[in-house]
């Protein structure tokens, strides 16, 4: 639309999970300024700096503007053509995919590793790619955000994903924060839940628990601060106090809600365990005393606020959020667990002011990787690699031979690294691990962002290792790569974004992208026609079947791409995406076309199975049968007329929601003599990740030039360390030297620091320090505790 002298475009945030509608606006046809849409039912108008400051990377001049291309990673890089890139990138796949071999997980040379900001057309686009070219060898930098809530819903749910979302703030009489630095993390929701906590204080109460005072705590009424990783103590334990007071919701536990344990040796699949009584689950959390938690959790946690705590949850309308500090644990999946269990014991569930909600980081880990498919052991459309159906449906739909798609995951984020470094460590680790030589890095900068990764650089730098990256920058994973190809940002291309609360929003192009940038669809469309001609000349006939295949992947979206590639080519991939993959499945977006998506000021919210229910917004309460169409269906086919509440996911044949039994764990690597300190480590508010992007914007750059150490005074004064004093850290895996900050006010609990990890200078990438130990279920890494030693230097 056209006010005054702008031109303003409306889309989407590209930054947080939040979702945050924006315009933008175009003076004379250049982006000037980004402001919010005041009608959002997500953020009423307000964003956070980061998202009103992006239109100042649209023409930076650091922006990628032509490919660029290295034989040797000791050479320096060559502006080469479009043409010539993809004849070179066409020939290393065949070379890595013969260097490999096949197997269950297809060829084992080439891998994607992919990114929770790419659109949801890039994602589902890349992963059909690689299937269809014969490789589950699929990850993306999700798995190191979000893997164990997916694994925790899973469990729980019986399916992925949460059943409220962002409205539930509003209505809620407890707002329950646990591993989440809300207020720097998710600005505009802290705003929110603020808001909610202003209109009536006394009333709203918000509790935080975490082990670090961080921004977030400043609106608790209650702070429980406890030794990292010990919260599957503390939330046994406040479970147990519901169930001895009596506090349960007993007629929703009766009806919707059923109790399962995984037992190793006994149990084929942990998703699923086995079921056990009421009983069992509460002679399970008896253990969880109190006092025995307390002494557990240390802190300030004290038998006392554990029953407030409870009592308070129990009684209340209550919503629970977390992030990173529940995911990026060895036992994610189980924490997560934990904190739904407490929703389901009390009812508190599919009623407004009552959910557990996973607050995800990124702009479109759940639209794009979750519901695309963009993991090594998932397809798109909430399926899974392992399930033939699944495969045969897909491969019907994308029109190519029956087993295009192998049967087998591929490697998860950690083992594809692995599969790089191929050390003998490596090996050791992941017995028959088989070497990765091609891998194509998209929006993402792994070199940066991995756990522990020293060796995985080491991997990267070696020449039998072909790197291709996709970036608008260059990153320090571009550094170590063989060929740059510079992309369309966002807005300068077209696509759509699905946010935390399962709300898919479109952005569509407004601006140019500088020189030669294209958008990725574009290269994939390009690179496909090239392999084909390539493989048809094989001589290995599994080779040559795969010109095929990989033809007719891209086959649909030949046209749109020469016509248009900045929006016919992406309204081509959705609607193969939405109408035909998703169709029929608990995530469906059938009914959510690009035109939909235009004329919706805030997306749609699946289940959208139909163009009127999109049209409406789609379903904001999962589950409640009146509410949610699928829901309502389910109970209507299967005779569940008097349940209010359904939990219709596919793993859940009892229909039931599923309480775990899941006893505390400690962390991987806990502190010990040589190491005494936990080391957790995070976001601030001004900084995406790593950087790249807002450490390009001065504004921001400026409130944050480098990253520090936290320390707590008490430890600070006894190793005799002042405000911005170097500090040098040590880990078993690395070191770092970081200025100190010490703050009476903030900052972790005795025996504990905290770094940001948005900092790109070698000193101080606190990622050569963490560890790559990762959940068992979910294989995402416990970046939030390691041991470390600290002294001043
Ligand atoms: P980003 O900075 O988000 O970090 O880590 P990364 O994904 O590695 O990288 C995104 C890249 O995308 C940038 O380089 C940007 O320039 C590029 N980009 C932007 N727009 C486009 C586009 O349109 N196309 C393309 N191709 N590229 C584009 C994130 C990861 O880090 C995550 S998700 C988490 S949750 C982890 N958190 C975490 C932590 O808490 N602590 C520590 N120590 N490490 C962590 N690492 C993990
Ligand atoms: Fe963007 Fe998140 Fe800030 Fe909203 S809260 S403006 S989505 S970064």
């Known amino acids: 639309k056209k006010e005054g002298e702008y031109e303003w475009v409306r889309g989407v945030c590209r930054f947080c999970g939040t979702g945050c509608k924006v315009w933008l606006g175009l003076k004379n046809g250049k982006p000037a300024v980004i402001r919010g849409e005041k009608n959002s039912v997500i953020n009423f108008g307000f964003l956070c700096m980061k998202g009103m400051l992006f239109y100042k990377l649209f023409r930076h001049p650091d922006r990628l503007t032509q490919p660029l291309y290295r034989k040797s990673k000791k050479e320096p890089f060559k502006p080469i053509s479009w043409e010539k890139a993809f004849d070179i990138i066409a020939d290393e796949m065949i070379k890595a995919i013969k260097k490999g071999e096949w197997g269950p997980m297809g060829w084992t040379g080439i891998a994607y590793y992919g990114s929770g900001q790419a659109l949801t057309e890039e994602t589902y686009l890349f992963q059909k790619f690689w299937r269809c070219l014969g490789s589950n060898h699929v990850e993306g930098n999700p798995r190191l955000c979000m893997a164990s809530a997916v694994g925790g819903y899973l469990t729980s749910f019986g399916t992925d994903e949460p059943a409220g979302g962002y409205a539930d703030f509003e209505e809620a009489d407890t707002i329950f924060i646990i591993g989440s630095n809300t207020a720097e993390c998710h600005p505009i929701l802290y705003r929110r839940i603020m808001r909610r906590k202003l209109s009536n204080p006394k009333e709203v109460m918000v509790i935080n628990v975490d082990p670090r005072v961080s921004p977030t705590s400043k609106i608790a009424d209650i702070h429980l601060q406890f030794k990292p990783g010990t919260d599957l103590a503390l939330l046994n334990a406040i479970a147990n106090v519901i169930i001895q007071e009596g506090l349960y919701d007993k007629e929703f536990v009766e009806k919707y809600c059923s109790f399962h344990k995984f037992t190793k040796g006994k149990d084929k699949v942990p998703l699923i365990g086995h079921q056990v009584s009421f009983e069992e689950y509460k002679e399970f959390v008896s253990k969880y005393t109190p006092e025995y938690a307390a002494e557990v959790c240390g802190g300030n946690v004290t038998p006392e606020l554990i029953r407030k705590v409870a009592r308070r949850f129990a009684t209340t309308k209550t919503v629970s959020i977390w992030t990173m500090g529940l995911n990026q644990r060895t036992r994610g999946v189980w924490v997560n667990n934990l904190v739904t269990n407490l929703h389901l014991l009390t009812g508190n569930l599919g009623k407004d002011g009552a959910d557990a909600l996973s607050l995800t980081g990124q702009p479109n880990a759940c639209g794009g990787v979750r519901e695309g498919g963009g993991l090594c052991h998932i397809l798109p459309g909430h399926r899974v690699v392992k399930n033939p159906k699944h495969r045969a449906e897909l491969e019907k739909i994308w029109g190519v031979p029956k087993g295009t798609i192998p049967p087998k995951p591929g490697y998860h984020t950690v083992k594809m690294f692995s599969a790089i470094s191929y050390t ?55 550094e170590l790569a063989n060929m740059i190809l510079p992309c369309a940002f966002h807005f300068e291309k077209t696509g759509v974004y699905g946010c935390t609360e399962r709300r898919s929003q479109l952005t569509p192009k407004a601006v ?60 081509k991939v959705w609607e193969e995406y939405a109408q035909r993959v998703t169709k029929g499945r608990d995530s469906t977006l059938a009914g959510a076309t690009y035109e939909v998506l235009l004329e919706r000021p805030d997306g749609v919210q699946w289940p959208a199975p139909t163009v009127e229910i999109a049209r409406k917004g789609g379903t904001l309460r999962r589950f409640v049968v009146g509410k949610d169409p699928l829901a309502t269906e389910f109970a209507k086919k299967h005779g569940l007329t008097d349940w209010k509440i359904i939990d219709y996911g596919h793993l859940h044949k009892d229909h039931k929601f599923w309480i775990w039994l899941r006893p505390y764990k400690g962390p991987a690597e806990p502190p010990d003599a040589e190491y005494p300190f936990y080391l957790s480590t995070g976001r601030v508010i001004d900084h995406w990740h790593t950087g790249s992007m807002t450490g390009r914007i001065r504004e921001l750059a400026g409130d944050y030039p480098h990253t520090w150490i936290e320390i707590n005074p008490k430890d600070a004064q ?47 990438m606190i990622n050569f320090c963490t560890i790559d130990a990762f959940d068992p279920g979910s294989k995402q890494p416990e970046f939030k505790i390691c041991a470390c030693r600290i002294k001043k230097y």
């Open 424 to 478: 003998e460590e490596d090996k050791k680790r992941f017995p028959g691990l088989k070497p990765i030589y091609f891998i194509w890095v998209n929006e993402t900068s792994p070199l940066q962002s991995l756990p522990n990764m020293r060796r995985f650089r080491e991997g990267f730098a070696r020449d039998d290792v072909f790197v291709v990256v996709t970036d608008i920058f260059p990153t320090r994973t571009s």
């Open 512 to 571: 140019k992208a500088p020189g030669q940038a294209m958008p990725e669809l574009w290269m994939l469309v390009q690179l496909g026609q090239v392999l084909a001609k390539k493989l048809r000349k094989e001589r290995d006939p599994k080779l040559r079947a795969r010109a095929k295949t990989i033809y007719q992947c891209v086959a649909p979206f030949i046209e749109a791409a020469k016509r248009d590639p900045w929006w016919e080519l992406s309204k």
């Open 718 to 764: 006894r190793l005799g360390i002042q405000p911005g004093d170097l500090v040098l850290l040590e880990t078993r895996r690395g070191r770092n030297i970081l200025p100190a900050r010490i703050s009476t006010e903030e900052g972790p609990m005795e025996g504990m620091v905290f770094v940001y990890w948005y900092d790109q200078s070698k000193d101080r």
